[in-house]
């Protein structure tokens, strides 16, 4: 079966930096998106991977390994604004989205 | 621009009861979904659509219908709701299917008792 798996929670402190991980499993794959998502909220996109790398956009960066099946979401000096849930989703070989749970970040001062 | 707008954004509903929740896009985007979001679980999709006068089956469509008569709109109905169908329903669209960035509407709080 398609499966992506996220931690459902983290915690940190502000000014920290935090990597949220993703694995996937799925049938093919066409591609890696991360949305953020604040409480109450729409999803709102952040970045798409589809070749294996780190890409950056500003304090935000992804990271995706095709080989290992993997990605993760790397936010620098955070700041309490970016509480949110943070969704990962993989596009199978049919460019069907596969979304995870999603994971929350919590952000103490 | 508007971007993704939905109607209503709460509705309590009785078990049996029917319902239609509305998504309006400015875009000019071809594709448009429904998702519905419960806790502890990831974006399931319901129905899609390609173009204006398509729709598709998503993940989870049993006990939801779908239209898009216009371009700009989708139409999401519950024909006779359950509490199973509580939840959050997201409409999206994008220019270019699943490989295009998704844009969100606010969502719609929907509750069956």
């Known amino acids: 079966g398609q499966n992506i798996d996220q931690p459902t929670e983290m915690t940190a402190t502000e000014g920290a930096i935090v990597q949220i991980n993703c694995t996937y499993q799925?049938?093919?794959?066409?591609?890696l998106f991360w949305y953020q998502q604040h409480a109450g909220e729409a999803p709102t996109f952040l970045s798409y991977n589809v070749l294996d790398g780190l890409e950056e956009k500003g304090r935000f960066s992804s990271f995706l390994s095709r080989s290992k099946g993997y990605s993760y979401l790397l936010l620098k000096e955070i700041q309490m604004k970016d509480s949110a849930s943070y969704l990962c989703a993989a596009l199978d070989s049919n460019d069907q989205l596969i979304w995870g749970a999603g994971t929350k970040l919590i952000i103490k001062p | 621009n508007a971007g993704v707008t939905q109607t209503p954004k709460f509705r309590v509903l009785k078990t049996g009861q029917s319902m239609t929740l509305l998504c309006a896009q400015d875009?000019?985007?071809?594709?448009m979904y429904w998702y519905r979001q419960d806790p502890g679980m990831g974006l399931r999709l319901i129905h899609y659509s390609v173009g204006e006068g398509t729709t598709a089956k998503g993940e989870v469509p049993d006990g939801y219908n779908v239209s898009r008569l216009k371009k700009q709109n989708f139409l999401l109905g519950l024909e006779s709701a359950a509490p199973s169908q509580t939840s959050v329903y997201f409409c999206a669209s994008s220019y270019g299917g699943d490989t295009d960035t998704q844009y969100f509407g606010p969502g719609t709080r929907l509750t069956v008792l």
């Open positions: 799925t049938s093919g794959f066409n591609g």
């Open positions: 875009m000019n985007h071809e594709y």
